[in-house]
């Protein structure tokens, strides 16, 4: 049986949806002021942003927002283009948009990565990019958060494979999502895509894998550096 034929020319776009930051992290409410997290926030997005400019297999950056600051980072690191999203309607929303916006740019896969993994590595987002070139059927890939459960990350080929559909116990909802749609299916650990920031809990990791963490996450190390408490139980 002769092997199935691999993907070439891929056109792939990575989208990053970004809340406005007066609203996001919520959870952390408790721990941390509102000026902090919008600090934390807006730091957080500025990494990932600069780790996908430097990924050598992410042709194309898309931002969907509603946040002002968003869409002068973008600008100004000349890193993105914008999708405006005026209703901020959540992640999955957002990344519906990004998805229907990606298309219209001619994307043969799309790549859906969270605004809060700051420590995220190019080197391993082209990893998984190329560990993901297969044969010429719809594609899912989800990259698990570190707890197992959730979804970090979304590689879809083609980009419409299935419907975005972020939350509580996505992982397992996109991989049913992906058998419904006969494409197929498989969860890959990307350690940098897997420290997200929801808890107080998560911060405290994401700081201590940032000890062991050379040349990337420099504006939310910075911050970190800044408000030595965060991630403390303090804001």
């Known amino acids: ?138 594609d899912v890939v989800v990259v698990p958060d570190r707890h197992g459960t959730g979804t970090n990350a979304l590689l879809l080929t083609p980009p419409d494979a299935i419907q975005p559909a972020f939350g509580p116990g996505s992982r397992e909802r996109h991989e049913r999502l992906a058998r419904e749609a006969g494409a197929t299916v498989a969860a890959i650990d990307v350690p940098t895509l897997g420290l997200d920031v929801d808890t107080v809990e998560d911060l405290a990791a994401l700081r201590t894998a940032l000890e062991d963490v050379r040349g990337g996450a420099s504006h939310t190390r910075g911050l970190l550096a800044r408000f030595s408490r965060v991630g403390g139980g303090a804001g």
């Not at 002769?2 to 056109?11: E, I, K, L, N």
């Not at 509102?34 to 297999?57: F, N, Q």
């Not at 992410?58 to 946040?67: A, I």
């Not at 002068?72 to 690191?77: N, V």
Request: net charge negative; glycine share 8%; proline share 6%.
């Open 1 to 138: 049986m002769a092997p199935a034929p691999r993907r070439r020319g891929h056109h792939t776009v990575a989208i990053l949806p970004v809340k406005r930051f007066g609203a996001a992290k919520q959870r952390l409410d408790n721990d941390l002021s509102d000026g902090t997290r919008r600090a934390l926030a807006e730091a957080m997005v500025t990494d990932v942003l600069i780790a996908l400019r430097r990924s050598k297999r992410v042709d194309e950056v898309l931002v969907v927002s509603g946040e002002t600051m968003a869409v002068a980072l973008a600008a100004g690191y000349d890193a993105a283009a914008v999708v405006d999203d005026p209703e901020d309607a959540g992640h999955s929303s957002a990344a519906v948009r990004g998805v229907d916006a990606a298309i219209e740019r001619g994307a043969t896969r799309v790549l859906l990565v969270p605004g809060d993994c700051p420590a995220l590595d190019p080197a391993e987002v082209d990893a998984l990019l190329a560990d993901a070139d297969g044969v010429e059927t719809p």
